[in-house]
C-alpha cells in the first residue's frame, strides 16, 4: 500500500515558504551585530585619536573603547535594540547618537566639535590630565572623570593608556605580556577568565586611579618583570586592624582574674 504524502512541487507558495525557511533560518539563529565607526573633526573633516567611546543602553555602560590613528572604533556581539553611543575628549564638546541595531549602514560617523573654535572673551583655566607621570609611574585618573562611572574595573583596563588586554585575561603593557594586577599595593593571586570576573566586580565608582607600572621596583613581586597594574581604591572603613581588649578581677575565697580581646584584619 502506497502512502500519500503532499506535493509540495504542485504548490508554489509552499515552494517559496520552504525556500524562504532554509534563506533567512540563519538570521534567525544570530540576533547579535557588530557596530563599525569613525570620529571626525566637525570643522577640518580630520579623524581623531584617542576619543573614548561609550556605549549605553538603558542607562548602563554596556563597554568602552578608544578610537585609534584613523579614528576607527568598533562594538562587537551586541544584541539587538536600542543604544546610546556617547563620545568625548578633551578639548572637543561631548557628542550622543542614539542608534539602533542591527545598524543599516556600515559604519557609523560620530562628528565631534573643537571648544577653541568658539572661545571668545573668555577665561580659560588648566586641567590636570586623565594620564599623567608621576615617578615611576602613570596614573590615570578615574575618579574625576565622569564619563567612567557606571562601568567596571575590566572595562578601565581596556581604555587604560599604554594597557592591552585579551579577552581571555592576559594583560600586557606597551607590548610586553604577562603585567600583573595589584589591589592597592596587594597583588591580586588569581588569573585568566578568574581575573576577568574578579575586576568585573569592582565598580569604578570605587576606583581613584589606575596606576602603569613599567618597571617595578623592589617594593614588587620579583615576577612583575611584565609590568604592574596597581588599581587604587577608595578607603573602605571596613579595611584595617581593629579589636578590643578586656579584663576583669573578682575576688571571693581566691582572687580570680580573666582577659579577653579579639583583633580583626580585614584587607
Not at 557596530?35 to 556605549?55: A, S
Not at 573603547?65 to 544584541?79: A, E, H, Q, R, Y
Request: hydrophobic share 35%.
Amino acid at each position: 500500500m502506497r502512502i500519500p504524502y503532499p506535493n509540495i512541487l504542485a504548490n508554489p507558495f509552499k515552494i517559496f515558504f520552504v525556500c524562504s525557511l532554509y534563506t533567512f533560518h540563519p538570521f534567525y539563529l544570530s540576533a547579535q551585530s557588530n557596530i563599525n565607526g569613525r570620529v571626525i573633526d566637525k570643522k577640518n573633516r580630520t579623524p581623531i585619536e584617542g576619543c573614548t567611546i561609550i556605549l549605553k543602553n538603558n542607562n548602563s555602560t554596556v563597554t568602552l573603547t578608544n578610537s585609534d590613528s584613523l579614528g576607527v572604533f568598533s562594538f562587537k556581539s551586541l544584541n539587538h535594540g536600542n543604544y546610546l553611543i556617547q563620545a568625548f575628549k578633551i578639548g572637543f564638546f561631548d557628542t550622543s547618537i542614539s542608534i539602533d541595531i542591527p545598524y543599516p549602514k556600515d559604519q557609523i560617523e560620530v562628528f565631534l566639535s573643537s571648544k577653541n573654535d568658539s572661545l571668545k572673551n573668555i577665561i580659560v583655566k588648566g586641567q590636570k590630565p586623565n594620564f599623567e607621570r608621576r615617578g615611576d609611574r602613570f596614573s590615570f585618573d578615574v575618579e574625576k572623570n565622569k564619563f567612567l562611572i557606571g562601568t567596571n574595573a575590566w572595562d578601565l583596563l581596556k581604555i587604560t593608556p599604554l594597557v592591552i588586554v585579551t579577552d581571555q585575561g592576559g594583560i600586557g603593557i606597551s607590548g610586553t605580556t604577562g603585567a600583573k594586577v595589584y589591589i592597592n599595593d596587594r597583588k591580586i593571586q588569581v588569573s585568566g577568565a578568574a581575573l576577568v570576573s574578579y575586576l568585573k566586580a569592582i565598580n569604578s565608582d570605587n576606583i581613584i586611579r589606575i596606576e602603569v607600572i613599567t618597571i617595578p621596583s623592589s617594593k614588587f613581586d620579583a615576577e612583575g618583570g611584565g609590568g604592574i597594574i596597581n588599581i587604587v581604591l577608595k578607603k573602605n572603613d571596613k579595611e584595617g586592624l581593629k579589636g578590643n581588649a578586656s579584663f576583669s578581677s573578682s575576688q571571693a575565697t581566691y582572687n580570680s582574674q580573666s582577659i579577653g580581646g579579639n583583633i580583626d584584619i580585614r584587607i
